[in-house]
């Protein structure tokens, strides 16, 4: 299979998937749980009759929580966000609830997020994430310093996580759109797990063309990158066929709880795996034969580089 | 080859250790205790795991300064002392932040509501007291624990909810809540079981005994009593007095004229008597007001006219019921700021207050009542003094000249002038200054009669129990205690324990069909190499487990997120080896020269690979705190624990299984250990290209 030489058609898909991404990141933007915007979130169970969504939201609204938002989660379960909760208005709520169907609803999840701790959450997972990259970067450069350019490596290594990191942030706008799943501080785990996997499937074939180019330097860098690509692509997609298995075992198995974090993980597992293969390799082909000097490559540079 | 036995009996013992670790529930092994009864394997969860409340605050001091190392231990104290009245299983509170700004409380198993409850002489058990609740109330949602506070059992049961007294305008109970209901229940429920004591009485004529003789059947025996001492002479000439004590049936005769006509009345010796008792009714007022003795009193007068009573001792009376409000209570009580406060104790006085008085009291010794005077509440009186906590500028603790610990206080000018005259007073007196936090006694100092009141503020607390660590909590609390410090909540999240129960349940589920899923693709894809990596999965998870109860790693849904994870790349390793393997073959070695290189040349892919994600699992511990949750550190760890042991049973267990196969009859056939879907030789696609 010749990847490589199809790499404009994976770097074009991947960065059309990128700008996409940054785009819906913009408007309509993730769906902020309390994590980041601060308020509280209540699941009510209502055991003896269901009385179904727009009486609820009236019946919280009556309580005096304007901004409720309302979500039927099934089997009599409803998630509800407000704003952050004072003394008191919880039973405000509670008794609310209890007119509308004469029994007290079950709370089975309170949590309840201040404003200062809110404010901060989107800067701390920022920074989270560039300090994780630095580190994985100077890591890589280090593992990586018996080859050529390998401050390339960890360049491309980097670009390839943070790809994934934001085309798992843009599916999850669309599922913020299509089933209001929302971003919270187990969204953050999903996010820094969705790394982990990046790097590690991304190192696993940038070990073996650290093993090709050193066993035959002649070569040239972009056949030694296909032939790596093909050595190791069944074992690529054996490694995330088996992690998604588990992850799509929890899916249909697990509490609605952990649904969305498994959906970031779900993503970012096939993104990652997509990107280990298509982008991290390709970026240090595109790199090597100084496509990337060129902010746009042009035709006759792609033929010369294409016949080589 | 032995050396492979070696490594499989290694593995055996590993096993077998990791099982034995999971299938006993909890472990102690002189004094290192893990596990406990009731979860799985007695693994610790997670609050979203079991239900239970947690709660974030930042400690902010008046001034706007950021608080101090010490101020943190202190409020961190303070709330502990604070969080351990709740009963519940394993509270934490813990700081975040470096420096510390910020405290987490975890209240594993707190629920709506509670019943705090204490019986005398700790007759009912843990396990007796949630049987009561779940058998005769059915309250299923019951969870008891029990905490000893001066060697009474205290029991607590968590209940999700309890009915509140409905109350008519004037603040009357119309219908009992839940809690009084409950009580009333118990009181049936629970028998009491009275010690009775008699002291053996003279004879002085037997027809003058007001006890009539039952029958003439059932005389006591009298036994080998009252011998006179040597030393004291008796006073009476009389030889050896026959001695008597009220029968059975005077004691029977007792309990039936309060009303009390069937009772269980069992003679263990002579004069000892054990009454059982159902319903025992307390001290109340009649329809006019009056006061009505409660039913041990009365029964304690009834005894007294039969005979001489030395004891009455009821054993399982209900002295505490107190319903708690739960998770509001908590956050109520944790929020407050400490208390601390000053008070005069006036001791009980030393010698009869008047001359006709029995002295000391209840037939205390003089140096029982030495010790006693001045602490047992029931005998010492306290007041308020005018000392103002907030007047207290300082107390730190340190040693003397002669090496001994001490806790030096400071107070202001004002704080001096009251602190003197305190001192003052109470030097002559020969009282106490009770020094209280929370309603608790921190300490209670007399002053050295010899040096008067103590003027300029400063003064120093010593005593011969202290130690250095009790002088240092003691200077640490007072220190605290005064420190306007206020606690802002920042973060709360309660999670019902049912809820808790059905995730736990369904994170298992999902994940052992998941691991199962796993397991079988691995061996349909990879055959041999392939049974091999489902084995040495299985051993993972058994060790993954076994490591978690030991450290011990709090499991979370979070940290069930980082063992997929791990488990991942668990399997990630297993199938590298294995690829490279079938490489190794395919270019002719021979099947153990290409296992020996398949694991080699795999090794620096695993070994990076992992490295990069245990940097990525640091930097998320140590970022783990700013987000005022404790997920992400609960991931981090459970992580990095999850890629260590991946890495020891890919490169250990996985090689010694695969050698043992590979030199046992199958290894003869390499086809074995080829993958079922034979890609084409990548070398041949390459060529064709180039």
């Keep these: 299979m010749d990847i490589v030489g199809k790499r404009r058609i994976f770097l074009g898909i991947s960065a059309i998937l990128v700008a996409l991404s940054i785009v819906v990141l913009f408007a309509p933007g993730l769906r902020l749980g309390i994590d980041f915007v601060a308020g509280t979130s209540i699941t009510y169970e209502f055991t003896d009759a269901d ?13 005096g929580q304007d901004t409720v938002v309302v979500q039927n989660l099934g089997g009599g379960e409803y998630f509800v966000r407000t704003n952050e909760l004072g003394e008191g208005d919880k039973e405000r709520l509670d008794d609310a609830l209890e007119q509308l169907t004469g029994a007290p609803p079950i709370t089975l999840d309170l949590t309840t ?137 929890m899916l249909l198995f697990g509490g609605a709880s952990l649904r969305d974090f498994l959906l970031v993980l779900l993503t970012g597992v096939a993104v990652g795996t997509y990107s280990s293969i298509f982008i991290a390799a390709q970026i240090l082909v595109a790199w090597e034969s100084g496509e990337l000097s060129r902010f746009m490559p042009r035709r006759p540079r792609r033929a010369t580089a294409e016949s080589a | 080859m032995s050396r492979q036995f070696r490594g499989l009996i290694f593995i055996s013992v590993l096993v077998a250790l990791s099982a034995a670790i999971l299938f006993i529930p909890r472990l102690d092994i002189g004094g290192f205790a893990r596990g406990n009864e009731d979860s799985v394997f007695g693994l610790s969860l997670g609050l979203d ?36 009245q709740f009963g519940v299983s394993e509270p934490t509170v813990q700081l975040l932040g470096t420096p510390p700004d910020r405290i987490l409380v975890q209240m594993p198993g707190l629920r709506g509501a509670s019943i705090t409850a204490m019986f005398s002489g700790n007759t009912v058990s843990q396990d007796g007291f949630e049987q009561f609740f779940v058998e005769e109330l059915g309250r299923e949602d019951a969870a008891v624990t029990q905490d000893v506070r001066e060697n009474q059992l205290v029991l607590i049961a968590q209940l999700d909810s309890l009915e509140p007294p409905d109350l008519d305008e004037n603040g009357n109970v119309v219908t009992p809540g839940d809690a009084e209901r409950y009580r009333q229940a118990a009181k049936e429920h ?66 039936a004229n309060i009303g009390r006509d069937e009772v269980e009345i069992e003679e263990l010796d002579e004069g000892f008597y054990q009454v059982t008792l159902f319903n025992l009714e307390e001290a109340g007022f009649d329809e006019e007001g009056n006061p009505i003795p409660s ?52 001791c009980a006085p030393v010698s009869p207050p008047s001359p006709d008085v029995e002295w000391p009291p209840d037939g205390l010794t003089q140096d029982q009542w030495a010790a006693e005077r001045c602490n047992n509440p029931e005998y010492y009186t306290e007041q308020a003094t005018d000392i103002d906590p907030d007047n207290l500028e300082d107390a730190f603790a340190s040693v003397n000249e002669s090496g001994q610990p001490i806790v030096t206080i400071v107070f ?70 005064s420190l306007p410090v206020s606690l802002e909540l920042l973060q709360e999240r309660s999670v019902d324990a049912l809820l808790g129960e059905t995730s736990l349940r369904r ?37 993954l487990l076994a490591v978690f109860k030991l450290i011990p790693v709090t499991l979370t849904l979070a940290g069930a997120a980082a063992v997929i994870l791990s488990l991942g790349l668990a399997v990630d390793a297993n199938i590298l080896i ?61 992580l990095v624990v999850g890629v260590l042991l991946s890495m020891f049973t890919a490169f250990f267990v996985s090689r010694v299984l695969l050698r043992l196969v590979a030199a046992s009859p199958i290894g003869r056939r390499s086809g074995l250990f080829v993958p079922v879907e034979d890609v084409a030789a990548p070398e041949s696609a390459v060529g064709s290209q180039a």
Excluded: C
């Design chain 2, 49 to 84: 795991l079991q239900g239970g409340t947690h709660l974030v605050y930042r400690v902010e001091t008046e001034d706007g300064e950021p608080p101090t190392a010490e101020d943190m231990e202190g409020v961190r104290r303070i709330i502990e002392s604070r969080v351990n």
């Design chain 2, 507 to 543: 994170s298992l589920v999902a994940g052992g069909v998941g691991l199962a899923l796993l397991l079988l693709f691995v061996v349909s894809y990879y055959k041999v190499p392939g049974v091999v990596a489902a084995t040495s999965l299985i051993v993972y998870t058994l060790m």
């Design chain 1, 51 to 63: 009385p179904g969504t727009a009486e609820v939201r009236a019946a919280l609204i009556e309580a």
């Design chain 1, 113 to 249: 997020v201040g404003r200062s701790v809110a404010d901060d959450t989107v800067q701390n997972a920022i920074t989270a994430v560039v300090v994780a990259s630095i580190f994985v970067m100077l890591y890589i450069m280090y593992a990586f310093r018996a080859v050529p350019n390998s401050f390339r490596y960890a360049v491309a290594a980097v670009v390839a996580l943070l790809h994934d990191v934001l085309i798992a942030l843009g599916v999850f706008v669309v599922l913020g759109v299509a089933i209001n799943a929302e971003v919270n501080a187990i969204f953050i785990v999903g996010i820094l797990t969705v790394i982990g996997y990046s790097v590690n499937d991304t190192i696993v074939v940038f070990d073996r063309i650290r093993e090709n180019v050193t066993l035959a330097p002649g070569r040239p860098f972009r056949s030694t990158v296909n032939l790596s690509i093909n050595e190791t692509i069944v074992r690529s997609l054996a490694t995330s066929i088996t992690t998604m298995i588990v992850i799509l075992a």
């Design chain 2, 412 to 481: 202001d000018n004002e704080g001096a002038d009251a602190f003197f005259r305190v001192t003052d007073r109470i030097s002559r007196t020969g009282d106490l200054l009770a020094i209280y936090l929370d309603g608790q006694e921190l300490v209670a100092p007399r002053v050295d009669p010899d040096i008067g009141g103590i003027a300029g503020g400063r003064a120093i607390i010593s005593g011969q129990d202290f130690t250095p660590e009790r002088a240092r909590t003691i200077s640490i609390q007072l220190r605290s205690g």
């Design chain 2, 295 to 346: 039913e041990v009193d009365r029964i304690r007068e009834g005894l007294e006219e039969v005979g001489d009573l030395a004891g009455l001792e009821p054993f399982g009376r209900i002295v505490q019921w107190t319903p708690g409000g739960g998770v509001e209570e908590a956050k109520a009580l944790i929020g407050s700021t400490a208390q601390l406060e000053f008070r005069e104790r006036v």
């Design chain 2, 190 to 255: 629970f028998p009491v079981t009275m010690g009775i004591l008699f002291a053996p009485e003279p004879v002085e004529d037997p027809d003058a005994t007001p006890t009539p003789e039952p029958d003439g059947t059932a005389t006591p025996e009298p036994g080998p009593t009252a011998t006179p001492d040597p030393e004291e002479p008796e006073p009476t000439a009389t030889p050896e007095p026959e001695t008597t004590v009220p029968s059975i049936e005077d004691v029977r005769q007792v309990f």
């Design chain 2, 578 to 638: 294995a690829e490279r393997t079938k490489e190794e073959l395919r270019s002719g070695r021979g099947l153990l020269a290409a296992i020996n290189h398949g694991f080699s040349r795999a090794w620096p892919s695993i070994r990076d690979g992992n490295i990069s994600t245990i940097i990525v699992a640091f930097v998320l511990f140590w970022f783990g705190d700013r987000f005022g949750t404790s997920i992400m550190q609960g991931f981090a760890l459970t």
